[in-house]
């Protein structure tokens, strides 16, 4: 089974800081995304990454950047944490065109 | 502007009957939809595609349809049971919009 690993499950973090969110998949898949997911919102995408080393802006990208440096590896960065950011985030990852998405389990991400 | 829409209210049904969820977008002409599975502090688990060429397909006790003419797809669960109670997420293939999920509660 395909395995997304996001690094915490519950983050609380101070209005400034910059904050890293990190996700490792263990199947070699070339696609991978950050979403985040608000009540009655559904899940936005934020970025998504085609291969290494490419990104692509989704709906929300405002004050993020990513980084993907390795295949398995996709990195959020919120540049400097606001309250408006506290969510719960999402990874997923995907083989390709018309497969389906698999998800971590999230970070739920505080900002106080 | 809202582009995919599921009911946001939870559908409460009794053990043993069908439930059906509905999910109907706008503005778009998808090459396929998904439907996904979440329970609460998960991350979404995918149950099934259907492509535009394809009016039903099916998966043990579940059934999705897609009507691109109504741009709307229906996913029904049969002989439901409590463990089927969760969040049923749609999602498009255009720009990975997921609709915010329809609850379903299975009560025995």
């Known amino acids: 089974d395909v395995k997304v690993t996001q690094s915490s499950r519950y983050l609380v973090k101070r209005t400034g800081e910059k904050v890293f969110l990190e996700c490792v998949q263990d199947m070699d898949h070339e696609n991978m995304f950050w979403y985040r997911q608000d009540p009655g919102l559904g899940l936005r995408l934020i970025y998504f990454?085609?291969?290494?080393?490419?990104?692509e802006k989704g709906d929300i990208p405002e004050g993020y950047s990513v980084s993907r440096e390795k295949k398995e590896r996709f990195s959020l960065i919120l540049e400097s944490a606001s309250t408006n950011q506290t969510s719960m985030y999402l990874c997923?990852?995907?083989?390709?065109?018309?497969?389906?998405?698999?998800f971590g389990d999230g970070t739920r991400l505080s900002i106080l | 502007s809202q582009k995919i829409e599921q009911n946001s209210e939870a559908l409460n049904i009794q053990e043993g009957k069908t439930a059906t969820l509905t999910c109907n977008y706008t503005?778009?002409?998808?090459?396929?939809l998904q439907w996904y599975r979440q329970d609460p502090g998960r991350g979404p688990v995918f149950l099934l595609l259907?492509?535009?060429?394809?009016k039903e397909k099916r998966k043990e006790r579940l059934k999705v349809t897609f009507d691109t003419t109504l741009k709307q797809s229906l996913f029904h669960i049969t002989a439901s049971q409590p463990a089927d109670s969760a969040t049923y997420l749609c999602a498009l293939d255009v720009k990975f919009y997921f609709g915010s999920g329809t609850k379903l509660n299975v009560k025995p």
């Open positions: 997923a990852s995907r083989q390709g065109n018309n497969q389906p998405q698999h």
């Open positions: 259907i492509r535009e060429n394809e």
């Open positions: 990454s085609y291969d290494v080393k490419m990104k």
């Open positions: 503005n778009y002409s998808p090459a396929y």
